[in-house]
């Protein structure tokens, strides 16, 4: 299953000033600013998450999972 995973996402690699740039971001939950700096510096399209209220600060889209499916599959 773990391989499926693999074909399927990429893990993206984060270092130290990844977080550190995120902790600048000032949002709600940390864990959600640092996502979204990882994201920025890696060019990232779009984040999926049940929580899109948290990631108003992502400059691009924010998908909750339905909605991306819906995006993917017109």
């Known amino acids: ?9 990429t893990i993206i690699p984060f270092c130290k000033e990844d977080i550190e740039s ?7 939950d940390f864990e ?13 399209d779009c984040i999926v998450t049940n929580n899109t ?12 999972p339905d909605e991306l499916l819906k995006t993917l599959f017109r």
């Open 1 to 9: 299953m773990l391989c499926t995973l693999f074909t399927a996402f």
């Open 22 to 28: 995120a902790a600048d971001l000032n949002g709600k």
């Open 53 to 64: 209220k948290d990631f108003l600060a992502f400059s691009n889209q924010v998908f909750r």
């Open 32 to 44: 959600d600013d640092i996502l979204i700096q990882i994201a920025e510096t890696n060019s990232i």
